[in-house]
């Protein structure tokens, strides 16, 4: 399981939230099946150049979403059941969304460029 993630500081959304929101689609999508091991919250920091603070309250959250289930001396996991509801499906896309349309209007892109972005990663099979 790869402790890359993309965290921008340039992002409105604090960087827990962001890890937070990277990790749940991770799960999601079946990229980090249940029971898979996360990195350590002090690998995630360092990896990512964050605080340990800040991966601690992203892992705490995810543990109260149970999204991860955190066994003591062992690490933090995937939980074995992430089977989420349609609606909680559909609120973090719609997070997702916003993140998206937020930084395409701060690029400057119009509705047809963000669509052809779109369409062309779909194209290259990276979100089918």
């Known amino acids: 399981m790869s402790a ?11 960087m827990y939230r962001q890890i937070v929101d990277q990790i749940t689609a991770r799960v999601m999508a079946g990229d980090w099946p249940p029971g898979s091991a996360l990195p350590s919250i002090r690998e995630l920091a360092a990896h990512n150049g964050v605080s340990v603070i800040t991966v601690k309250r992203a892992y705490l959250e995810l543990e109260h979403a149970g999204v991860i289930v955190t066994r003591h001396g062992k690490g933090s996991f995937v939980a074995e059941s992430t089977d989420p509801t349609r609606a909680r ?8 969304v916003d993140a998206l349309l ?5 690029l400057g892109w119009t509705d047809d460029e963000l669509q052809a972005c779109i369409a062309a990663r779909r194209q290259e099979g990276r979100n089918p």
């Open 4 to 14: 890359d993630l993309f965290l921008s500081a340039a992002d409105a959304t604090p």
């Open 89 to 96: 499906l559909q609120a973090e896309l719609l997070r997702q």
């Open 102 to 106: 937020l930084t395409a209007e701060r």
